[in-house]
């Protein structure tokens, strides 16, 4: 079983009169239009214990402007958000499996990624890990491209495909994730061409985790995976749960 992370998080939780309270004592919320995207970023990332450098934040600030630019004209985030949300939900949410992913040759494929959460972000805060990212929306493969080319990223590989149609003759990697795709019973049925007995299954989800885990149990039987950990975090502004599970092939 993984550690839990730090857990103090009430500097950033507490709730002001118009929105939380950063870390400094800056109101976010309703306050947050005077607040930068990079102060954002900053106080949302220390809160989580995460040390993201001042390039990284940088990069993100300028994903979060090519993101809102490229919404106007395509669905790839919901609309009428404030800038706390889009980073809360998107940004921060994404960058809570930095403690997994930052380790000596790790290799992420995240399916279904939509405009690149979580794995592009991770892959900005994290740029020695190759990152394989399958999205079968073309809009959304553009934008994933787009955002490649502008900040330099290398070591990235987008699939404009549907996973079911993936060769995965070709396709390793350490970890496989996907945000929002489905309940984790049908995630890791989704994924098992995938998986071998080096391969760590990353879920990411919220408060009725508990509840999908029990009802994936025979799934996860058929494809011989077991819990390997479960971590239980609270994203920085709104306080809402969050949980990351693990899982790996048993031994026998």
Known sequence: MQPRWGEDLKSIGAKGKGGYVAAGGGEIGAGSRGMEVEALLRNGTEALHLNLGVIEIEMLSRYYSELLRWSAKMNLIGK????????????????M????????????????TGAGFPGLVCKVASP??????????????SFLRHIQRSLKLESVSIYA??????????IRCSHVTGRAVAEIGEF??????????????????????????????Q?????SLELEGVVERRLPFSDAPRAILTFRRSAS
Do not use: Y
């Open 161 to 170: 495909e549907r996973i079911e149609n993936l060769n995965f003759t070709k």
């Open 97 to 112: 499996l930095l403690p997994i992913l930052q380790r000596p040759g790790c290799s992420l494929l995240d399916v279904g």
């Open 128 to 141: 020695e890990m190759e990152l394989v990212l399958v999205e079968p929306r073309l809009k959304r493969v």
């Open 219 to 223: 799934l996860l039987a058929d494809f």
């Open 188 to 217: 890791v049925a989704m994924i098992g061409p995938a998986l071998d007995e080096n391969t760590t299954v990353v879920c990411m989800k919220g408060p009725k985790w508990r509840q999908e885990l029990d009802e994936a149990a």
């Open 80 to 95: 009428k958000q404030k800038p706390e949300q889009i980073i809360e939900n998107h940004f921060l949410d994404s960058l």
